[in-house]
């Protein structure tokens, strides 16, 4: 996307008047590794009452050259690895090497897949967390114990002990204060991805370098709509992390600076994975092939 040889096309989202279901369409053409595609569902809340997983979502890939359809891949697993993936991206690019503990808030579905991606960038040596609702916080212990690592339970003043922070909640209202983080941290934003959720203040993307998935989307339905609609920032002091991964962008220049990645969720992302996915079933000779 930074090198201009990608895009994601407008996100369609509606509720269906049905089943109080939200359904739509994420998609996207990548020129370079001609993956063009849509993952396409959304979210049923009746699913759990059917032992359902609420998010549903299948990717389809089309052939660039001619259209027709090359695979269907079921998508919920891949979005949560995806998602996992897009902070732990930051994380390399963006925390500081000697970042030591990191901070979780939020311990639903989501936070496990972050965190254990997470753990995978820096020689973390300690995990602590906060949730809203305090008997999840056992999901962040079970991944702290699979990396051998020690959990703590803190109070959100408790964060300013983190390097890295990652907020992966449902939130409507900033949880995290510009005064909670400490000169240095690299915060990832992944639970905004609607317009009216938030989950940090807006000082505090004042205060950092910010960085995105997709600008017009940080702005529309990631964190950095509140600031932008308060007229704290703009578009033009949100840059994209494909130019840090690029190295067009110099990304973090110094320890004291905090870093914000605002990741919103791409097309993009899920025609990545899912390609990659595809790839790897024909080796290993899975997957089912269909004619038509
Ligand atoms: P989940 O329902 O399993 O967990 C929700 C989490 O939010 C829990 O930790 C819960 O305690 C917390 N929470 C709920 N209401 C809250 C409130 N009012 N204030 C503070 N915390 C609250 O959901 P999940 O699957 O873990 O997803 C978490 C969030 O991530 C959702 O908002 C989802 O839309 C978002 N998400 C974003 C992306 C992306 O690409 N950015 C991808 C997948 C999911």
């Known amino acids: 996307m930074a090198a201009g040889t990608a895009r ?26 001609l993956n063009l595609g849509l993952k396409s569902g959304g979210y049923w809340p009746g699913n759990a009452d059917k032992g359902l997983t609420n998010h549903q979502s299948t990717v389809f890939l ?10 269907v891949v079921g998508g919920n697993l891949l979005t949560a690895l995806r998602t996992a993936a897009a902070s732990s991206v930051s994380i390399k690019h963006l925390a ?16 496990k897949f972050q965190l254990r991606a997470a ?39 408790g964060m300013r002990e983190a390097d890295v922070i990652i907020t992966i909640t449902s939130s409507f209202d900033a949880i995290l204060k510009a005064d909670q983080v400490s000169p240095g941290t690299h915060i990832a934003c992944m639970g905004t991805d609607t ?16 960085f995105t998935d997709e ?7 990631g964190e950095a709509q509140h600031a932008v609609a308060h007229g704290l920032i703009q578009a033009a002091d949100v840059a994209q992390i494909g130019a ?16 914000l990645f605002d990741g919103t969720g791409v097309g993009l992302q899920d025609l990545a994975v899912a390609a990659t996915v595809v790839e790897r079933a024909r080796a290993a000779g899975a997957g089912t092939e269909i004619a038509f």
Not at 126 to 140: A, R, S, T
Not at 215 to 221: D, G, L, T
């Open 244 to 259: 840090v991964i690029n190295g067009t962008n110099p990304g973090r220049t110094s320890d004291a600076q905090i870093t």
């Open 195 to 210: 317009k009216g959720k938030q989950e940090v203040d807006p000082q505090l993307l004042v205060m950092a370098d910010v």
């Open 119 to 157: 753990l995978e960038q820096r020689n973390f040596e300690k995990v602590i967390g906060w949730n809203l609702h305090p008997e999840m916080l056992v999901n962040l212990q079970e991944v702290a114990d699979e990396a051998g690592l020690p959990f703590e339970a803190v109070e959100l003043d």
């Open 96 to 111: 500081r090497q000697d970042a030591k503990v990191i901070g979780m808030i939020g311990a639903g579905h989501q936070a």
């Open 8 to 33: 994601n096309f407008p996100v369609i989202r509606e509720a269906i008047g049905h089943a109080d279901a939200l359904y739509g369409f994420k998609s996207g053409f990548d020129r370079q590794a």
């Open 215 to 221: 600008v017009a989307q940080s702005i529309s339905i």
């Open 62 to 71: 089309f052939d660039a050259d001619t259209g027709r359809c090359q695979a």
